[in-house]
């Protein structure tokens, strides 16, 4: 059974132009949660997403973050006119129903430059 | 105050020495207490999770709750070099799982051989 799967796991950006992280889950799994890690700082959450539903965004900043988890395809989350703020590591985690196990991707390292 | 504190450390310690490792947090609601192992530059791993106060037994690792001081530990027992990693906490309230982890920073722990 695949772990959960990030694409790309490295992404170069100038400033101003977007970013799309994708994260496919582990099989079975229809809950995605992303998270960022900031450097000598812990993982903090940004959204959760069930098929076709945002459950939780608390966590995204208002403005240029985007996240959706359609029907069929991978989770994205998308990032519009990125600043170097930016630069950061997105995880994407995924749970199956009723469950409080979260089992997380490899990361995306996004560097604006 | 952050809602869960953890020493960043480094903690460095020899081959086959017991490791403690520690978090607090502030809500009250939190039920569900997990451990995560991170390598450099890879997704966090799952290691131990357990719910509402006690203690958790997996080979090495034991998780321990005492939701009455807000304290939770992961105690490592005949630590090894591959055990060389950051040690983050992660905790949520949910009744019913699926929801958004609040984590520590993250210990960073060196087994010396």
């Known amino acids: 059974n695949a772990g959960v799967m990030q694409n790309p796991r490295h992404l170069v950006r100038r400033r101003g132009q977007e970013a799309r992280l994708r994260c496919s889950p582990m099989?079975?799994?229809?809950?995605v949660y992303w998270y960022r890690q900031l450097p000598e700082e812990g993982l903090k959450f940004m959204v959760y997403l069930q098929k076709e539903n945002i459950i939780d965004e608390s966590g995204m900043p208002k403005e240029r973050f985007s996240a959706e988890f359609p029907k069929e395809g991978p989770s994205i989350l998308r990032i519009q006119q990125v600043v170097r703020g930016d630069s950061a590591a997105y995880f994407c985690?995924?749970?199956?129903?009723?469950?409080?196990?979260?089992?997380f991707g490899p990361g995306t390292r996004l560097t604006v430059t | 105050q952050k809602e869960v504190e953890q020493d960043p450390g480094p903690l460095s310690v020899p081959e086959g020495a017991i490791v403690s490792l520690n978090c607090t947090y502030s809500n009250s609601a939190f039920q569900y207490f997990m451990w995560y192992r991170q390598y450099s530059r890879k997704g966090p791993e799952l290691l131990m999770y357990?719910?509402?106060?006690g203690n958790k037994e997996d080979g090495r690792f034991t998780a321990q709750v005492d939701k009455s001081s807000k304290y939770i530990s992961l105690f490592i027992r005949d630590s090894q070099p591959s055990d060389s990693a950051t040690y983050l906490c992660a905790m949520n309230g949910a009744n019913f799982g699926n929801e958004k982890l609040t984590f520590g920073t993250g210990t960073r722990l060196t087994i010396i051989p």
């Open positions: 357990t719910y509402s106060s």
């Open positions: 099989k079975g799994h229809s809950h």
């Open positions: 985690a995924s749970s199956p129903p009723r469950s409080y196990e979260q089992y």
